[in-house]
């Protein structure tokens, strides 16, 4: 086996790190080495501080220390928390533990959440490394490998299999052996008499109990290797697996029992059914002659139970796993075929029937086990650790500034027919199964109005079928809107939602005042009207929506009775809302965060600004601000607040999933803001938004298609949801149209104001 060379130290004032794993008193691999590296760096630099973030087991959290910081692996709320309570610590560097199963989401996907909130170096264990991920368990690793700096592996087909399968580079990569404590190579009769064993041949094969262990094979071997020394012993020192305990209970371990019973083997073997502190691990080790690892997985690259075996210099007969197949060669220890008892028994018994071998195979195991001692380890990934604070982290930076795209209807066309636009598309081709909705339909009616480039006659074309599917959906037996349309025109319900509804009456009110077609503007008030006299709508966004339709009534006509009322009412409504859910850290509407947040204030600030209401104006700025500053990540970039975040009371939003609908809403309101105010503030905030469809966001990644008009559903930890909905595509036309008025507003601004002159 090829260990690596000593890693060039790299001389570093590095004082504070955050470990990201599992932890005692969890009982698991992951948690043992977890445990075990943080003591090992802790004796080796005394001066560093280590915060331990844990994934809670099923454990109490009163049994875990009091310094460490639990995470429930399912809440991706506690991931962001973590995150924060990271970034805030002053740590300076993050080491993560990685094995598929001990984090929540697809394929473990939850720790992404953590780490895209974070910008502190990473240094990354991987302790499986798949050559055949499924599609999942790919994503997580590729974007785990993308964002660490340095990446540490336990063995050397670990670095193959990233170079080979992943694409990393070979010089990110350093392969550190599993850490062994640091114990004499004694003979094991010295050890034997404190358990009981002075007179017989121990075998011994310790940790979680798994089917996957192979321990059937090792007592299938027993009668062949107990007619050749009647006083062997195999010992099987270990609890069952806890995720096998809950689904199965004991029945494995019972399976075992059963088949040394009807071996006739009792005698030869036994179990020691409990998790047993290091102290008398190691104890149990130097008192045997043999250790056996019967594992069945061939692809398992790190096994702390072989490594700890070695380190103590124990003669090992092992199944081809890869990590066996690197740390037992140039016979180091006996591979034999998996599944195969004979082949272990023959080994087994060749090793207790001649003691030089024996004794051969012990002092090569010791001596190699003296470059893996956790002091070593701690050496090395503290050298890891500096070397990655000396770099750049490793995560996609954001894009420059850029202008605003020239809107683009192509998209927004390929997902539209006669009947109306279909609401969801798979990659860029619409979708018919979901068929169409009411609210995409107003927003592509309002875009109609807006879009600088559109000839007349497809102008007109557009308008009339996003009208009549508005038309189409009033039901006046309900005094409602219906929203849902299958793809053969049938409705899927008789009424839609007030969020709906307060959109379809926004669309009429816009169309009243926007359209460049008298007759579409005749038509847009006059189902404002029918819908007004008869529909009442009582949530905040439904509120907000009404609130903007009515303003774009009263511009249209300046005396309508109705549109005022709607308009008065619904932001007396949302002052009321705001009030009672109002804390000192907490200046919103309600107690959770939803989407399209930005509605509410910019309703306020709209109505407020044209009726000459003061508390409206003054409490939607407030709240804008609010929300704004909910919306922008450490770095500075807009980070709208994640769908994720939804229905949290009074938390602080989280990243992900990310929605354009989020950027848009955000923009009008700023647009909105900067026409009340002319504090460019708003300016740059609305810029910001707009440069996240470009990639300024969390992972540098546009959502925007450039040729085509073209806008992804979504972003997630790892990328982008290539989907290319309704929703989306629209918040995208839209906001560049309003991107537009609003650079036109501040030309407009600056030539009136020349001593406040803004770049454009």
Same mark, same amino acid.
């Given at each position: ?57 099923t454990e109490e959290a009163d049994a875990y220390a009091k310094d460490i910081h639990l995470l429930d692996e399912q809440d991706t709320g506690t991931y962001f928390e973590a995150a924060k309570a990271i970034e805030e610590s002053g740590a300076e560097a993050i080491w993560l533990q990685h094995e598929f199963g001990i984090f929540g989401g697809s394929g473990g996907d ?25 599609? =999942? ?25 990233? @170079? ?5 580079? =070979?010089?990110?990569? #350093? ?70 305990? @809950? ?70 007969? #092992? ?112 979708? @018919? ?63 839609? #939602? ?86 000192? =850290? ?56 994640? #769908? ?35 504090d460019r503030h708003w300016l740059d905030v609305g810029r910001s938004c707009y440069q996240w469809f470009l990639g300024h966001n969390d992972l540098g990644t546009p959502l925007a298609t450039r040729n085509d008009g073209g806008c992804f559903d979504g972003l997630n930890p790892v990328g982008t949801n290539r989907n290319q909905g309704a929703e989306s595509l629209l ?9 537009i008025r609003l650079s036109k507003l501040a030309e407009l601004v600056a030539e009136e104001h020349p001593a406040e002159k803004l770049s454009a």
């Amino acid at each position: 086996m090829k260990l690596n060379a000593p890693h060039a130290y790299f001389p570093s004032s590095l004082q504070h790190i955050a470990l990201i794993g599992n932890s005692a008193p969890r009982r698991c691999g992951i948690a043992t080495f977890t445990t075990d590296c943080r003591e090992a760096l802790q004796a080796a630099f005394p001066q560093l501080r280590i915060d331990l973030y844990a994934m809670k087991g099923t454990e109490e959290a009163d049994a875990y220390a009091k310094d460490i910081h639990l995470l429930d692996e399912q809440d991706t709320g506690t991931y962001f928390e973590a995150a924060k309570a990271i970034e805030e610590s002053g740590a300076e560097a993050i080491w993560l533990q990685h094995e598929f199963g001990i984090f929540g989401g697809s394929g473990g996907d939850f720790i992404l959440h953590l780490l895209s909130h974070t910008r502190l170096p990473l240094v990354t264990t991987f302790h499986t490394v798949l050559e055949h991920p499924d599609a =999942d368990q790919r994503r997580v690793m590729n974007a785990l490998l993308a964002r660490s700096g340095r990446i540490m592996v336990m063995a050397e087909r670990g670095r193959a299999i990233l @170079r080979e399968t992943y694409g990393t580079a =070979d010089s990110r990569i #350093s392969v550190i052996p599993h850490g062994v404590p640091d114990r004499a190579c004694v003979d094991p009769g010295m050890v034997k008499p404190r358990f009981g064993w002075s007179d017989r041949e121990v075998i011994l094969t310790f940790g979680l109990l798994a089917p996957d262990k192979g321990i059937d094979t090792m007592i299938r071997a027993m009668p062949m290797i107990a007619a050749r020394h009647p006083d062997a012993l195999y010992v099987v020192l270990g609890a069952t697996h806890p995720n096998l305990l @809950r689904t199965e209970g004991e029945t494995y371990r019972e399976q075992l029992h059963a088949l040394s019973r009807d071996l006739d083997v009792e005698r030869h073997v036994t179990f020691v059914d409990r998790f047993v502190a290091q102290d008398e691990l190691l104890d149990y080790l130097q008192a045997a002659d043999i250790y056996v690892t019967p594992y069945l997985n061939p692809a398992q690259i790190t096994s702390g139970t072989l490594s700890y075996a070695v380190g103590l210099g124990k003669p090992v007969v #092992s199944t081809p796993y890869l990590h066996a197949t690197e740390i037992l060669d140039d016979d180091h220890g006996i591979l034999v075929p998996f599944r195969d008892s004979s082949a272990m028994a023959e080994a087994v018994s060749g090793l207790l029937l001649n003691t030089r071998t024996r004794l051969a195979y012990s002092a090569r195991a010791y001596e190699r086990g003296r470059s893996m001692l956790w002091s070593e380890l701690a050496r090395k990934t503290h050298a890891l650790l500096a070397a990655a604070c000396a770099e750049t982290p490793a995560r996609l930076s954001p894009r420059p500034v850029e202008t605003i795209l020239t809107p683009d209807a192509s998209a927004i066309l390929r997902m539209s027919d006669p009947t109306g636009m279909f609401q969801h598309g798979t990659l860029a081709v619409p979708d @018919r199964n979901h068929g169409y909705c009411t609210d995409d339909n107003a927003r592509a009616l309002i875009l109609m109005h807006r879009l600088p480039a559109l000839d007349d006659p497809e102008r007109d074309k557009w308008t009339a079928v996003y009208a009549a599917f508005l038309q189409h959906a009033w039901n006046p037996a309900r005094g409602r809107f219906r929203n849902f349309m299958r793809y053969d025109r049938s409705w899927c319900e008789e009424e839609g #939602s007030e969020d709906s509804c307060g959109r379809a009456l926004w669309a009429l009110g816009v169309t009243a005042r926007e359209s460049p077609f008298a007759k579409y503007r005749e038509w847009g008030l006059r189902l404002f009207e029918t819908a007004a006299d008869t529909m009442t709508l009582e949530s905040p966004r439904a509120s907000a929506f009404a609130m903007l339709g009515a303003i774009a009534v009263l511009d249209a006509k300046p005396d309508h009775v109705a549109a005022r009322y709607i308009a008065e009412s619904a932001g007396t409504r949302l002052l009321a809302l705001l009030d009672a859910a109002r804390r000192p =850290d907490w200046a919103w509407f309600e107690t959770v965060l939803a989407y399209d947040n930005a509605r509410l204030p910019e309703a306020l600030l709209a109505v407020g600004s044209r009726l000459q209401n003061t508390a409206f104006v003054e409490n939607g700025l407030a709240t804008l601000r609010w929300i704004v500053e909910r919306q922008t990540s450490s770095a500075g970039h807009f980070r709208p607040v994640g #769908s994720e975040s939804f229905g949290r009371h009074y938390k602080h939003p989280l990243p992900f999933d990310q929605q354009p609908l989020e950027a848009h809403a955000t923009i009008e309101a700023c647009l909105v803001a900067f026409e009340v105010t002319h504090d460019r503030h708003w300016l740059d905030v609305g810029r910001s938004c707009y440069q996240w469809f470009l990639g300024h966001n969390d992972l540098g990644t546009p959502l925007a298609t450039r040729n085509d008009g073209g806008c992804f559903d979504g972003l997630n930890p790892v990328g982008t949801n290539r989907n290319q909905g309704a929703e989306s595509l629209l918040a995208l036309q839209l906001s560049s149209c309003a991107m537009i008025r609003l650079s036109k507003l501040a030309e407009l601004v600056a030539e009136e104001h020349p001593a406040e002159k803004l770049s454009a």
